[in-house]
């Protein structure tokens, strides 16, 4: 297959605006989660949360944009700006360049926003851009738009597992003939409206230390902490004139779980193992996972049974560094990408922060208390999303 790039990144997470000031924050253990700021009539059902705070929407954006966009999209355009340009690609040929971006719940802050004009003020009082901001697919064609880019779009939402899925679909378009794809996900809905929404899962953390709210694998694991955020990149063809870049997207696979009661496992072994035979990746190669972490028992449980199934018990270094975010959905994926990437160029396996009481019942070899030495050529991303998608990305340095 085709050798498909990442070339240029951008971030947007709660502990930093930029690949290497979030990859210092993962190595020394700085967090980003905090108490919840958007409080409504009622206490928020998530004490905690990972909020981006430094990040100042008109010191990066023209004001012109500031009206019709949610927080997820200034996100998502500012990090796609930045990749674009750490690629050194000037869009000269739009039609050779797409737009392919991931997201969980569209634009909750800004529809709660027009939702509230609307029943206090009238419909009068409603924005325009109301029509599109809300959208899940406002993110690829804002991008799009500003750096006109008129090859391949489209938009994934399978929840936490979409910003794998979106990368993975860019990739076979840059496979297919496409100069350039920009590719990730973002996602932003810690506003009253946004958590109402989440609830339903019932694995939203109402731990209120930010030191032991968040726990994967460990024994008191009580559920996740949300957060916003993500990363977008660049996807281009390798073209063999020693273009510097983060490393390869090498394999990706998905499977969808059985209906909860059904009896049947999970289907996650599947979607690694695909993807481990669509990189050529022996499971000895894979220097560290980077996984899911939902967090919650019988979650934590599935996820360490299926490493074991492909590596063997407590066979591969396994890490959760989203424990220093939350959990950002569709930006989580993307964003661990990243981190697989600067964890091989570096040699290292990151932390997973303020674990410290690791099941023992689970097959699992969570890296803790600081970073190990990594010992191989490749990495394993994994994400699931709520309502029973899997997938999994193999990535190389």
């Known amino acids: 297959m085709t050798d498909v790039m990442v070339t240029g990144a951008g971030v947007v997470a709660p502990n930093g605006l930029s690949p290497g000031d979030y990859w210092t924050a993962v190595l020394n253990g700085r967090?980003?989660?905090?108490?919840t700021t958007a409080t409504g009539p009622v206490a928020s059902p998530a004490p905690l949360s990972g909020q981006v705070d430094a990040f100042v929407a008109k010191e990066h954006l023209p004001g012109r944009l500031l009206p019709q966009t949610d927080p997820m999209t200034r996100y998502a355009l500012f990090a796609a700006g930045r990749a674009i340009e750490e690629s050194g690609v000037e869009p000269d040929a739009p039609l050779d360049m797409g737009v392919i971006?991931?997201?969980?719940?569209?634009?909750?802050?800004?529809?709660?926003?027009?939702?509230?004009?609307l029943w206090s003020e009238g419909p009068d009082h409603v924005s325009a851009y109301m029509s599109f901001a809300w959208f899940y697919a406002v993110n690829t064609g804002q991008i799009s738009i500003r750096h006109g880019l008129?090859?391949?779009?489209?938009?994934?939402?399978?929840?936490?597992?979409?910003?794998?899925?979106?990368?993975?679909?860019?990739?076979?378009?840059?496979?297919?003939?496409?100069?350039?794809?920009?590719?990730?996900?973002?996602?932003?809905?810690?506003?009253?409206y946004g958590l109402a929404?989440?609830?339903?899962?019932?694995?939203?953390?109402?731990g209120s230390d930010p030191a032991t709210a968040y726990l994967p694998f460990d024994r008191r694991a009580r559920g996740h902490v949300p957060g916003e955020g993500g990363?977008?990149?660049?996807?281009?063809?390798?073209?063999?004139?020693?273009?510097?870049?983060?490393?390869?997207?090498?394999?990706?696979?998905?499977?969808f779980d059985p209906p909860p009661g059904s009896g049947r496992p999970s289907t996650l072994v599947?979607?690694?193992?695909?993807?481990?035979?669509?990189?050529?990746?022996?499971?000895a190669d894979v220097a560290m996972?980077?996984?899911?972490a939902a967090a919650v028992p019988e979650l934590d449980v599935a996820e360490a049974e299926a490493l074991a199934a492909v590596f063997g018990p407590r066979g591969v270094p396994v890490t959760a560094p989203k424990t220093l975010t939350g959990r950002l959905y569709s930006g989580a994926g993307p964003l661990d990408i990243l981190t697989a990437l600067l964890a091989l160029r570096d040699g290292v396996v990151p932390p997973?922060?303020?674990?410290?009481?690791?099941?023992?019942?689970?097959?699992?070899?969570?890296?803790?208390?600081?970073?190990?030495?990594a010992s191989g050529t490749a990495a394993l991303v994994v994400a699931r999303g709520f309502g029973g998608f899997n997938s999994a990305m193999v990535v190389r340095a």
Request: charged share 20%; with cysteine; proline share 6%.
């Open 31 to 35: 967090s980003g989660i905090r108490p």
């Open 101 to 117: 971006t991931a997201s969980a719940s569209g634009g909750f802050d800004f529809g709660q926003r027009e939702l509230q004009h």
């Open 150 to 192: 008129r090859g391949p779009v489209g938009v994934l939402v399978t929840e936490q597992a979409g910003g794998l899925d979106a990368v993975a679909h860019a990739r076979r378009k840059v496979v297919a003939g496409a100069r350039l794809m920009v590719t990730g996900g973002m996602d932003s809905s810690l506003c009253p």
């Open 197 to 206: 929404a989440q609830v339903r899962s019932g694995r939203l953390s109402t």
């Open 231 to 255: 990363a977008m990149f660049t996807l281009e063809e390798a073209d063999g004139q020693g273009r510097r870049g983060y490393g390869r997207i090498a394999g990706y696979g998905a499977s």
């Open 270 to 283: 599947r979607a690694i193992e695909t993807a481990l035979s669509d990189a050529d990746v022996a499971p």
């Open 289 to 292: 996972v980077i996984a899911d």
């Open 352 to 373: 997973t922060a303020n674990v410290t009481d690791v099941d023992p019942e689970l097959p699992v070899d969570l890296v803790l208390g600081a970073p190990r030495p």
